[in-house]
């Protein structure tokens, strides 16, 4: 697997991630997707949507604000808790998450403890900071994820508003009405792609733990008891989805929460962690919830949030699992497991991105062999393909040269224009894994590119 350093380089040169605000010297951790960072987000997304929403005729799709009123982080316990253990170096004066501080020093996992259990064990193994090796740490203090604005004119506390820190809650709070106007009945999901935003104390690992980031969420709504079986199903499909999509398998494992570190709401709980850079790490989370969530904002907004079998009469408050997946870390995982130097028999070195064609940024790329005669037929097939695929047009250099640039990128087919091709409207296509090339007639391009983004 490549070096985090040389992903960083490489998404950077080739138009896939750029560091945010770079003409001003840029905001930390702050990142912008450009020409091929933003067609793999797009071919992410719409590939979950396919697979959570689509494919599966229970789960609609929802697109709610990202400023909720002030009341639903006060139900879902966010204004209370959604905070992580700061502490700071007294003597280099740099902050970090305890809990952190804690797993990096000799991997146990503080997860669930008080920040004063953290505190005495900092102090009691002697952990120095990571920065200056001192050991100097002001004690934890809980510090509030949230992003603050302000909505309106006045900058008052009436007027203080969030910047939401999940997508989740907009599916709550918007049960019921999905409920009236979908005619669903449980078992059924909702699912929701957006933005989120945390003040994260140490965000980091390139596009891994950033402050504004991207999440994809399913609430699957099902009766109480039948959440196991539920949660198995999901789980389940999440692991067929990262390798159905080419993720291998040595790089997946599965971390299932032991009972006494799961939160107060949550009856299971599993981490799909894939292996980064730096080791193992969260890519994918899978919480079983039950009846929490929706409780709270019952409670709260004295909304009932029951929901009555039509079978069998019976009124109940649905229990909910949820997988929870951010857009980025899938980008970040699909670039490590698919980009490689390979040694080609003629001892040249070939960059690939082995990227399954479903996420290509370009399915194929259009290249007329001699740009004077072929460059008017190639022109034209592209933009017949453009209209259905992601397709690029390249008619610069030798095409040993063009073949290569396409195979960097991850484009899966090369069609090449020839003179062969103003006789009888075949075309070569040449394959980004195998290199192989075959003749095909033009009519027949729209189904094999189709065949190629099954997964
Ligand atoms: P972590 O332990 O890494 O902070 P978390 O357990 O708080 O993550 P969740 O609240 O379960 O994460 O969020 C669900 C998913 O959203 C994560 O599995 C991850 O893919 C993504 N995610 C969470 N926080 C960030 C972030 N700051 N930057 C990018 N993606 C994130």
């Known amino acids: 697997m490549v070096k985090l350093e040389e992903l960083v380089q490489y998404a950077k040169t080739n138009g896939f991630i750029y560091q945010g605000s770079e003409i001003y010297g840029g905001l930390a951790n702050t990142w912008d997707y450009g020409p091929l960072g933003s067609l793999l987000k797009n071919n992410i997304k719409s590939a979950w949507i396919a697979k959570f929403q689509k494919e599966t005729k229970e789960n609609v799709l929802l697109d709610s604000s990202i400023l909720l009123n002030t009341d639903v982080w006060k ?3 966010h204004l ?7 502490t700071e170096c007294r003597s280099c004066n740099q902050r970090f998450r305890a809990d952190n501080l804690i797993e990096q020093f000799d991997k146990t996992n503080a997860d669930g403890w008080s920040n004063e259990k953290m505190y005495q064990y900092i102090l009691s ?34 007027n203080q508003i969030y910047l939401r820190p999940e997508t989740a809650q907009g599916i709550f709070i918007n049960f019921k009405n999905i409920l009236r106007t979908s005619r669903k009945k449980i078992p059924f999901g909702v699912c929701q792609v957006g933005k989120s935003f945390r003040n994260e104390i140490t965000p980091g690992n390139f596009v891994f733990r950033t402050r504004e980031f991207e999440q994809m969420e399913l609430e699957f709504f099902c009766k109480p008891g039948t959440e196991k079986k539920w949660f198995n199903y999901w789980r389940e499909k999440m692991v067929s989805f990262l390798t159905s999509l ?14 006494e570190a799961l939160s107060h709401y949550s009856n299971a709980t599993t981490d799909i962690h894939f292996k980064f850079p730096w080791g193992f790490d969260e890519l994918w989370g899978i919480a079983s919830r039950t009846d929490f969530d929706l409780k709270a904002h019952q409670t709260q907004s004295k909304e009932s949030m029951e929901y009555l079998d039509p079978e069998t009469n019976e009124r109940y408050i649905p229990y909910v699992v949820e997988p929870s997946v951010g857009v980025e870390r899938l980008v970040l995982s699909f670039l490590l497991n698919g980009l490689e130097m390979e040694k080609l028999d003629s001892g040249e070195d070939r960059q690939v991105l082995h990227i399954h064609p479903r996420l290509a940024p370009y399915k194929v790329a259009v290249l007329p062999l001699v740009k004077k005669e072929h460059a008017n037929y190639a022109n034209d097939l592209y933009l017949e393909l453009a209209k259905t695929f992601d397709c ?30 103003l006789i009888d409207d075949t075309v070569t296509v040449r ?13 027949d ?3 094999i590119i189709e065949e190629t983004m099954i997964f």
Request: proline share 5%.
């Open 75 to 77: 139900a879902s316990g």
């Open 80 to 86: 209370g808790n959604f905070s992580d253990p700061l």
């Open 125 to 158: 193994n002697k952990i120095p900071c990571p920065s200056c090796g001192a050991h100097d740490f002001l004690p934890i203090r809980s510090f509030n994820m949230m992003f603050q604005t302000y909505q309106g004119v006045v900058m008052d506390s009436a």
């Open 246 to 259: 080419g993720i291998k398998n040595e790089n997946l494992s599965l971390y299932d929460h032991p009972k």
């Open 392 to 421: 690029i047009y390249d008619e610069t250099q030798n095409i040993g040269k063009r073949y290569r640039r396409q195979d960097s990128i991850g484009t899966y087919l090369c069609i090449t224009v020839d003179h062969q091709t």
């Open 431 to 443: 394959n980004r894994d195998s290199m192989e090339q075959i003749r095909a007639h033009v009519g």
């Open 445 to 447: 391009l729209k189904r």
